[in-house]
């Protein structure tokens, strides 16, 4: 059974994230591209240490994608303005519409599964995939 649900977990990472490919390709950026863009448009500014802790990658694999995000015109990097030595990322113009793009070619998937789901089903979803990330509940 527990391995049920981890292909199942698989699966749906698959599909949820196979729904955005095409507009990936369309910029010519790939999955871990699209978790830096998704993380900055969660958080709004946030600093290159606290992306690297959230992405859980190193310093030089996160350098290669914020480079090509960059060249891209998709993210910015604004000095800290007490400390210079500290950059906050941000979405540019287009970025915030590459994120948009994409978010809308998956919410459907989420959402559809949500609005055939009872409430009680849809809360008890969330507790345990905030068990499974370790979130407090």
């Known amino acids: 059974q527990l ?3 981890i292909e199942k977990l698989f699966v749906s990472y698959r599909e949820t994230f196979s729904d ?3 507009i990936l390709d369309k910029y010519s ?3 871990a591209h699209h978790k ?3 993380l900055i448009s969660m958080y709004h500014g946030i600093s290159m240490s606290e992306l690297l802790k959230k992405l859980k990658v190193t310093k030089q694999s996160l350098n290669r994608i914020l ?3 960059v060249k891209f015109n998709i993210i910015s990097f604004i000095k800290d303005e007490r400390d210079s030595r ?3 990322v ?3 113009k287009k970025g915030e519409e590459v994120f948009k793009e994409i978010f809308t070619s998956q919410k459907k998937r989420i959402y559809d599964a949500l609005l055939n789901s009872s409430s009680s089903e849809v809360n008890n979803f969330n507790i345990v995939i905030k068990r499974i ?3 407090k509940i």
Do not use: A, F, Q, R
């Open 29 to 31: 950026i790939g999955l």
């Open 86 to 88: 500290m950059k906050h």
């Open 3 to 5: 391995k049920d649900l």
């Open 67 to 69: 480079n090509d995000l």
């Open 133 to 135: 990330i370790n979130e």
């Open 36 to 38: 830096v863009i998704h």
């Open 90 to 92: 941000h979405l540019t």
């Open 20 to 22: 955005s490919k095409n």
